[in-house]
């Protein structure tokens, strides 16, 4: 009876461009998305550690590296990424402790995960990077 | 015949409890790291060396690193066998982040024990 009721034909609709994904749904894979891009990014950023901690040279080094546009656009996205990433996890972590389970208050936080993440990345980003 | 039932034990616990206590630790480091940053407003090369030379700094941030990576293992993992099928990529998948993160662990002791 069992695997009759498993084998039952349900509906599937995995097509990507017509679901619409309410804003939690975006924090959810934005703090996937987030986790991947800092995880590829961990070498470099290891790299420009240990560069800026060698010698005063390299320290001027890993300045102008840091001041060049493009990787100040880069750097730019993976402080929003690591913001998104800290802030959606705190929210998270309050939904393990049943805080925010319902509907109302879940789109509520994701609103606020949104907002503070990214005046936390125009703070940061405006003091690490200019 | 083995009729093992897998739900209903503890299995994922640990890593699930891991990925959290990481998180938390991560949290407050990033806190301390940014309060710091902020007292110290580390522009020369000095004043950047002595956050890191300062030997709670030094432990803190290797804690941080060892999060990272053990975070990272448990969310990477997670992405490989949600959406790599192939049982063979899988595996090497997973094989290839588990060692690029002891790799790590080992490159961060290097760069904070011998700046």
């Known amino acids: 009876m069992a695997e009759m009721a498993i084998k039952k034909k349900r509906p ?17 894979i934005l703090h996937r998305v987030s986790g991947a891009a800092i995880f590829l990014l961990l070498p470099v950023l290891l790299w420009l550690l240990q560069s800026s901690l060698a010698s005063p040279e ?34 998270y972590l309050l939904l393990d402790v049943d805080k925010g ?18 005046a936390l990345t125009l703070i940061i980003g405006a003091k690490v990077l200019w | 015949m083995v009729n093992r039932i897998l ?5 994922g616990l640990k890593d699930w409890i891991i990925q959290r206590a990481t ?3 991560m949290a407050v480091y990033t806190v301390i790291f940014l309060v ?17 030379a300062n030997g709670f700094m030094k432990f803190a941030t290797f804690l941080f ?11 990477i993992r997670d992405i490989w066998m949600d959406y790599i099928k192939p049982d063979a990529l899988r595996l090497l998948m997973m094989i290839a ?14 760069i904070l024990w011998r700046m």
């Not at chain 2, 982040?97 to 290097?110: D, F, K």
């Open chain 1, 101 to 118: 389970v319902g509907l109302e208050a879940a789109r509520r936080s994701s609103k606020i995960v949104f907002a503070v993440s990214i």
């Open chain 1, 12 to 28: 599937k609709n995995l097509d990507l461009p017509t679901i619409r994904l309410p804003l939690p749904g975006i924090l959810s």
């Open chain 2, 36 to 52: 710091v940053i902020a007292a110290v407003g580390p522009d020369s090369f000095d004043a950047w060396r002595g956050i890191f």
């Open chain 2, 7 to 11: 739900v209903g034990a503890h299995y």
């Open chain 2, 65 to 75: 690193f060892v999060s990272v990576f053990y975070h990272a293992w448990i969310g």
């Open chain 2, 97 to 110: 982040t588990a060692a690029v993160l002891v790799g790590y662990a080992g490159w961060a002791v290097q």
């Open chain 2, 23 to 25: 998180a938390i630790i």
């Open chain 1, 58 to 91: 390299a320290f001027a080094g890993v300045k102008g590296i840091i001041g060049h546009p493009l990787a100040r656009i880069v750097l730019f996205g993976l402080i929003w990424f690591y913001m998104h990433h800290f802030c959606a996890g705190i929210r």
